[in-house]
């Protein structure tokens, strides 16, 4: 067994450190030293996308990520975004759209539809079919996760348009 | 799925890196995006010691334009390719590509440098950088090298770096010509089952210039001179297709595997040599 490091990291705004041996992923580091079970571990080989999180403005798949390459990092995952007093309006539409059923690739999903929508926040059904491609979901079909991310998308530039 | 242990290093300079390299034998691996990496170290299929992470050295990244001479920083990722309107405007063919291989977060972490020095096969840039007739530069111990990607591939997984020498940078010059970067895949995320990246170039109805490469066909990508050189002088008619189709599956030699067998694999890859030289053609 290799020597533990010393990891700081700020994840959600909040600098923490902790301690971890270079093999572990992001995403056990996540959910098991910090405590952060929002993203899940899905497949646990890069494709389902259910640990996506957000890592120095980019989407990634944490399990596919040593905790180590997050040294001194800014990472957000959907604990991030929204509390149940305050959803974020992608957390809304997916509520309001029917977004999700079992919801376990959920947190995936809208932390990958946010930084879609940070990058473009006036995307096409197209261009969310592309950019949300990396997110499998069993249930939904996907029909109603692009309709929420476009209802999403629609929400935030009104309130954005209503602030300037 | 946790990897064996191993040492975590994150150099600041190529210099530092290729030390480490050099101290620590093949018992090190560099990693770049990992993507291709991590997942063979999770299966334990790759056994290191130490791992030597490339994301501190600044000199590694950039898209640098210049005329037409392109250089990249091995550590640009397949993302930072795509956003770059620069690169696009002067080789739109490898926008074309990136956009091609696996999904977004993939994109975020892959790097160009990465997907041309593994030496996988089924990686989509090798053959499209021998298309490009690119060239890598290596750093080691003894100093810097220039190795042509039309000689880099030996076979899978073995190519003309050694062991303590790390690829830093791509460069080569770009033509304007028509370009067309098409994958059949079976998936979003998979591999190809055949990939081919073509460029074409005319002179009125003549064709001056013509480049082709193959993807995933063979256990290294495949530069198909013969079948360029079925389209350069000709008019780009029909006849000069269907013997340039012939010459590239002559090249190639797929195996069987869950993607198809070999017939198929050799129909699919006329399939889509076909429609990319006509995409370029529509381009030139």
């Known amino acids: ?164 | 799925m946790i990897p064996g242990s191993f040492d975590y290093h994150r150099p600041k300079s190529v210099a530092e890196a290729t030390g480490l390299v050099a101290r620590y034998g093949d018992t090190a691996r560099v990693i770049a995006g990992g993507h291709s990496l991590i997942p063979m170290m999770k299966l334990r299929m790759t056994d290191l010691d130490h791992l030597v992470d490339l994301q501190d050295i600044g000199e590694l990244r950039g898209i640098s334009v210049n005329g037409q001479s392109v250089e990249i920083g091995a550590m640009t990722t397949q993302h930072e390719l795509i956003a770059s309107e620069v690169l696009t405007e002067v080789a739109p063919i490898i926008t074309e590509a990136a956009l091609q291989i696996a999904d977004p977060q993939v994109r975020y972490m892959g790097t160009i440098g990465g997907n041309v020095a593994n030496g996988d096969p089924g990686n989509d840039m090798p053959g499209l950088m021998q298309c490009l007739d690119a060239t890598y530069t290596l750093s080691g111990p003894d100093g810097t090298r220039d190795v042509k990607a039309r000689d880099f591939y030996e076979a899978a997984y073995f190519t003309a770096r050694e062991e303590e020498e790390i690829l830093t940078k791509i460069y080569f010059q770009a033509n304007g010509a028509g370009y067309a970067y098409e994958k059949q895949k079976r998936k979003i995320g998979d591999y190809a089952t055949a990939a081919s990246a073509v460029l074409i170039a005319k002179e009125g109805d003549v064709c001056s210039f013509a480049s082709i490469a193959m993807t995933n066909l063979a256990d290294t990508p495949i530069y198909a001179d013969a079948a360029s050189s079925e389209l350069v002088g000709s008019g780009l008619d029909q006849a000069a297709i269907d013997a340039a189709v012939a010459a590239a599956i002559d090249a190639i030699d797929p195996a069987e595997d869950n993607r198809g067998p070999i017939e198929f694999k050799k129909h699919v890859a006329g399939v889509i040599l076909r429609r990319a030289i006509e995409r370029a053609i529509s381009r030139a």
């Open chain 1, 1 to 164: 067994m290799s020597k533990k490091m010393h990891l700081e990291m700020t994840v959600n705004g909040q600098k923490v450190e902790t301690l971890a041996e270079p093999r572990e992923l992001l995403i056990h580091v996540l959910r098991e030293r910090l405590g952060i079970t929002g993203p899940h571990i899905g497949c646990e080989t890069s494709h389902c996308g259910a640990c996506t999180v957000d890592f120095n403005g980019k989407s990634v798949k944490s399990c596919n990520v040593f905790a180590a390459q997050a040294q001194g990092a800014e990472v957000t995952t959907i604990e991030g975004l929204g509390d149940p007093d305050n959803l974020h309006p992608l957390q809304t539409a997916f509520k309001e759209h029917h977004g999700l059923q079992c919801g376990y690739c959920t947190p995936g999903m809208i932390t990958r539809a946010h930084r879609l929508l940070q990058e473009n926040p006036t995307p096409t059904e197209e261009e969310i079919r592309f950019g949300m491609a990396g997110n499998l979901c069993r249930c939904t079909g996907y029909q109603n996760i692009v309709k929420s991310i476009q209802a999403a998308a629609s929400e935030m530039n009104a309130a954005k348009e209503a602030a300037e």
